[in-house]
């Protein structure tokens, strides 16, 4: 016998009730009150109630600031990982101890879609992804986020980074 027709034997089988699906519909109606009732609720009252995310999670892409200049030596490898083409960097000579620095820094929000791949393959952890999950926006302009929107110092994503660096 083929798979075929033991359906239609196991079809045959089953009483006018079952046909009806009613003992099907009856039991997913009773996980349904089950989990009604069940406690405790998974429900925030969100703006009193906030929620604090892992190490682990990914939020809105920042560059870390450190002693009060930026991390990031402008290689472009995150404008070019990007799968979104969100990211686009301008570079410049500088007389530091570094060779360069970004110009202009920009990240459309916009297109941005959370992958975490520009702070994998950053070779100075210049970018990573904070704990921002409160993105509110304007106007398309007001998405595209600059240099000076992006930076942010080490204190504030201290377990950030030592998720990276534990995790690379």
């Given at each position: 016998?083929?798979?075929?027709?033991?359906?239609?034997?196991?079809?045959?089988?089953?009483?006018?009730?079952?046909?009806?699906?009613?003992?099907?519909?009856?039991?997913?109606?009773?996980?349904?009150?089950?989990?009604?009732?069940?406690?405790?609720?998974?429900?925030?009252?969100?703006?009193?109630?906030?929620?604090?995310?892992?190490?682990?999670?990914?939020?809105?892409?920042?560059?870390?600031?450190?002693?009060?200049?930026?991390?990031?030596?402008?290689?472009?490898?995150?404008?070019?990982?990007?799968?979104?083409?969100?990211?686009t960097v301008q570079a410049s000579d500088t007389t530091d101890a570094k060779e360069r620095y970004p110009v202009s820094f920009e990240i459309n929000m916009l297109r941005c879609i959370f992958c975490g791949f520009c702070e994998e393959v950053c070779p100075e952890e210049a970018i990573v992804m904070s704990k921002d999950y409160e993105l509110v926006f304007q106007s398309h302009e007001g998405a595209v986020m600059d240099k000076a929107r992006l930076l942010q110092g080490t204190d504030t994503l201290h377990d950030r980074l030592e998720f990276v660096r534990r995790w690379k």
């Open positions: 016998m083929n798979d075929i027709s033991k359906r239609q034997i196991a079809r045959n089988n089953l009483t006018t009730l079952e046909k009806l699906y009613l003992p099907e519909i009856a039991r997913g109606m009773g996980l349904v009150l089950k989990r009604m009732f069940q406690f405790p609720k998974p429900t925030r009252q969100y703006p009193e109630e906030r929620w604090e995310p892992t190490g682990s999670y990914r939020g809105r892409p920042v560059l870390v600031q450190e002693n009060g200049k930026e991390r990031c030596v402008a290689c472009g490898l995150c404008a070019r990982v990007c799968p979104a083409l969100a990211i």
